[in-house]
């Protein structure tokens, strides 16, 4: 099995990464997404309804319509253009949960029924809302892979990617259907594959067409993406990966392939929306001023900015949802002092991203949690590492026991956090009460985590399905080895 090291990074790391950095990294996967896939409760509200509509319609009956499965949008989240109806959703979430969809015809038989708010008996509906929870567990893979591979130790990888996975809201929009799960991936993806490249004509073809794969469809799953897509080109160009005839001609299958993608999202809005530019958004049919970008981002930025970081009537802020992300501000300055271009590409889109989210009219997207910075918050968790490297570096064991101690009480506090907000968030059934004795009683312990992991029965079956996998993949290297064949480091 190709792995994450041969395919997504370069000469951008520190050196062939060790065996016990693999392992970690791969454990670091299944766990994650072992804990990810117990969250799911299903489908849940009507966002992830319009997305699963989308997804039923296109894997039943090939259309991109969802006139029939209509009831999942709870007549909120959908565009109407012509009498017929459309999920109001970029299209790239819903195209990959229908391939799991289909897949799932073969597996759905090992699987217990997963609770729902719709669709509660379709033995199918797990594959698709586990494109969230693959997609989430690869961004903490890949997040500690690129930590790594820059130099931070061990533990200060491990520790800042635990925070990220259970201390962010990464957790909850990996475990139900909305985009913001894949889109963290694939702009994850994409500035991954732009930090550790070398010029492009010395890279190699995979590397340049998955380049293009995951710059593009990131705006393909959400459009709001087309602004860090667009700072991670022009760092390409800045940085001197497209200085030379050479580099620039090597640069055409990665375009070539940003081409397809663009092909494929307009070829979508020409048949849903009559032209190759026209969006669900502008069909919108529950909320006008959605039909417009002016409409859509005219809010207050010093409001949204304030909710994002600092809570307001609308949202809890990050540093009160996850109050370990002080420390990655701190961190952050190591890591410019570390990776000057890395931290400023990383800075530039959380930045921008923040701009553009904050004047959103309802950037609070009713959560309270400002969801629409969550694919974005892993640049700032990326100063986390770094702070914690300097951390393993102190000479003073006192220094060194009490830091290690706040980020521990802060990484608590923070999953905690998050994981009273998932068992009070649409669709999970956690109520006040649950949490009045929690120590008193087992009763008491077991409704919470009941509630908080809704799809614990069917974590032991995906358990051994992952072992599985890793078994072949530990198989086809040691015979890829006995052969003679070179190939990627495998775990």
Not at 51 to 59: C, D, G, K
Not at 406 to 433: D, K, N, R, W
């Amino acid at each position: 099995m190709v792995t994450f090291e041969a395919s997504f990074f370069s000469n951008g790391l520190e050196g062939r990464p060790s065996a016990p950095t693999v392992r970690t990294g791969w454990w670091l996967f299944v766990v994650v997404m072992l804990v990810y896939f117990g969250t799911v409760n299903g489908i849940t509200c009507s966002n992830d309804g319009s997305h699963y509509a989308l997804v039923r319609s296109m894997a039943e009956r090939g259309r991109l319509n969802i006139d029939e499965f209509f009831s999942y949008t709870e007549s909120n989240d959908y565009a109407l253009r012509n009498g017929r109806l459309y999920s109001d959703r970029p299209p790239g979430t819903a195209f990959a949960a229908a391939v799991l969809y289909t897949a799932g015809r073969v597996l759905s038989w090992a699987f217990f029924p997963v609770p729902s708010v719709h669709d509660p008996g379709n033995p199918f509906l797990l594959f698709a809302v586990s494109a969230s929870v693959l997609a989430g567990a690869a961004t903490v893979y890949l997040f500690f892979r690129l930590l790594a591979g820059w130099g931070v130790g061990m533990e200060a990888s491990l520790g800042a990617s635990l925070a990220l996975a259970f201390g962010t809201p990464l957790w909850k929009y990996s475990a139900v259907l909305f985009s913001h799960s894949p889109s963290a991936f694939l702009v994850l993806s994409s500035y991954a594959l732009a930090v550790t490249a070398g010029p492009l004509e010395r890279e190699s073809l995979r590397r340049r067409l998955l380049l293009g794969a995951s710059l593009w469809y990131a705006v393909t799953v959400e459009y709001t993406n087309i602004l860090p897509v667009a700072l991670i080109v022009i760092y390409l160009a800045v940085a001197g990966r497209l200085a030379s005839r050479k580099a620039v001609r090597a640069a055409l299958p990665a375009g070539l392939v940003m081409l397809l993608v663009l092909g494929l999202l307009m070829t979508y809005h020409t048949v849903s929306f009559g032209h190759p530019l026209h969006t669900a958004y502008r069909h919108h049919a529950t909320y006008p001023w959605a039909r417009s970008f002016t409409s859509t981002f005219d809010g207050s930025l010093i409001y949204g900015i304030k909710g994002f970081l600092l809570g307001n009537r609308h949202s809890q802020g990050i540093f009160l949802l996850s109050p370990f992300q002080v420390l990655s501000v701190i961190g952050f300055w190591f890591f410019r002092h570390a990776r000057r271009a890395e931290a400023a590409l990383a800075a530039s889109i959380l930045i921008a991203t923040m701009l553009l989210m904050g004047k959103h009219r309802t950037f609070h997207g009713f959560t309270f949690d400002g969801r629409y910075m969550t694919p974005y918050w892993t640049f700032l968790v990326l100063g986390l590492g770094f702070g914690l490297q300097r951390l393993q570096l102190l000479r003073s064991r006192h220094l060194h026991f009490w830091g290690w101690a706040v980020f521990g009480l802060l990484a608590v506090l923070s999953a905690v956090q998050m994981a009273h907000h998932i068992g009070f968030s649409y669709g999970y059934t956690l109520e006040p009460s649950d949490l009045g004795h929690p120590v008193a009683s087992r009763e008491a312990w077991m409704r919470v985590i009941g509630a908080i992991f809704p799809n614990w029965r069917n974590v032991p079956v995906m358990a051994v399905m992952l072992i599985v996998v890793m078994g072949i993949n530990k198989g086809v290297g040691w015979m890829r080895r006995r052969s003679g064949v070179k190939g990627s480091h495998n775990c």
